[in-house]
Antibody, heavy 120, light 109 residues
Framework: EVQLVESGGGLVQPGGSLRLSCAASGFTFSSYWMHWVRQVPGKGLVWVSR????????DYTDSVKGRFTISRDNAKNTLYLQMNSLRAEDTAIYYC?????????????WGQGTLVTVSS | EIVLTQSPGTLSLSPGERATLSCRAS???????LAWYQQKPGQAPRLLIYGASSRATGIPDRFSGSGSGTDFTLTISRLEPEDFAVYYCQQCGSSPPYTFGQGTKLEIK
């Protein structure tokens, strides 16, 4: 069974940092592009970032470029999102998701999400 | 960046009825690169349709997608109680950013 489990969310002050993790199981993690998508509670979905299978190719939405870094450890079957210089507008539920036909971004499995709250 | 506009914002229907949800793009989208998701409260999105018309694994055949260019449609042929949720369309493809529509809430009438 495919499973994606996010962790690392929490309350952080503006300007602070967090690292999110997404532990993958039930599939060959190293064969799939992976993405992060966020959602302000009660609002819509926003694509954040993607990474290719070996981590050599990454992309970001404009609002997080230079502040967020996506990475992966295929030996540990884990996806990461390092978030620096956090702003109130980064407050959201962050989901990791698998791209089965990468790079295409029609995402077939999603984690349950981890909530990041940026507030003083 | 392609902007996706979904309509209506809210759709009120009864179980057994047919639902038609619309997604309009600000510029042409390849049919291969349009997806639909369902999201229920407190849950992650669930992929329903990819490539505009292909059902994802395990999705009932009452869900169907169609369209091309700038106009796409998700149809639920006969609503079941578990279908009442929020639906999002998404523009996919080889190059980001990958934008989502703002969502259509399908509620029980």
């Amino acid at each position: 069974e495919v499973q994606l489990v996010e962790s690392g969310g929490g309350l952080v002050q503006p300007g602070g940092s967090l690292r999110l993790s997404c532990a993958a199981s039930g599939f060959t993690f190293s064969s799939y592009w992976m993405h992060w998508v966020r959602q302000v509670p009660g609002k819509g979905l926003v694509w954040v970032s993607r990474i290719n299978t070996d981590g050599s190719n990454t992309d970001y939405t404009d609002s997080v470029k230079g502040r967020f870094t996506i990475s992966r450890d295929n030996a540990k079957n884990t996806l990461y999102l390092q978030m620096n210089s956090l702003r109130a507008e980064d407050t959201a539920i962050y989901y990791c998701a698998r791209d089965p036909r990468g790079p295409r971004a029609d995402l077939d499995y999603w984690g349950q999400g981890t909530l990041v709250t940026v507030s003083s | 960046e392609i902007v996706l506009t979904q309509s209506p914002g809210t759709l009120s229907l009864s179980p057994g009825e047919r639902a038609t949800l619309s997604c309009r793009a600000s510029q042409s989208v390849s049919s291969s690169y349009l997806a639909w998701y369902q999201q229920k409260p407190g849950q992650a999105p669930r992929l329903l349709i990819y490539g505009a018309s292909s059902r994802a694994t395990g999705i009932p055949d009452r869900f169907s997608g169609s369209g091309s260019g700038t106009d796409f449609t998700l149809t639920i042929s006969r609503l079941e109680p578990e279908d009442f949720a929020v639906y999002y369309c998404q523009q996919c493809g080889s190059s980001p950013p990958y934008t989502f529509g703002q969502g259509t809430k399908l509620e029980i009438k």
